[in-house]
Nanobody
Framework: QVQLVESGGGLVQPGGSLRLSCAAS????????MAWYRQAAGQEREFVAA???????NYAESVRGRFTVSRDNAKNTVYLQMNTLKPEDTAVYYC??????????WGQGTLVTVSL
């Protein structure tokens, strides 16, 4: 079974940038569809960005133009570059992997705090 570990979260000022990483172990990363979700305190988990095994991407309207999702199959890693961060981006960010005929996998999350 694939395991996912997120890293790169932290405290940044409004307008700043962070790059999150999600490292996968086990077989199947190159054929997975990868996504980032986030969950703010007291709110539902929401979709942020996704990148399919073929490389196509999709973004939530709230982050389009500010965030960029990418993947490096040779390193079994997916990234989320976050620019022009806003206080409303504060949340725990989770990595997600989906496979054909296999259960989906979630990482443990990494906290991003955007504050003065």
């Amino acid at each position: 079974q694939v395991q996912l570990v997120e890293s790169g979260g932290g405290l940044v000022q409004p307008g700043g940038s962070l790059r999150l990483s999600c490292a996968a172990s086990g077989r199947g990363f190159s054929i997975s569809d990868m996504a980032w979700y986030r969950q703010a305190a007291g709110q539902e988990r929401e979709f942020v960005a996704a990148i399919a095994s073929g490389g196509s991407t999709n973004y939530a309207e709230s982050v389009r133009g500010r965030f960029t999702v990418s993947r490096d199959n040779a390193k079994n890693t997916v990234y989320l570059q976050m620019n022009t961060l806003k206080p409303e981006d504060t949340a725990v960010y989770y990595c997600n992997a989906r496979f054909y005929k296999r259960p989906e996998v979630w990482g443990q999350g990494t906290l991003v705090t955007v504050s003065l």
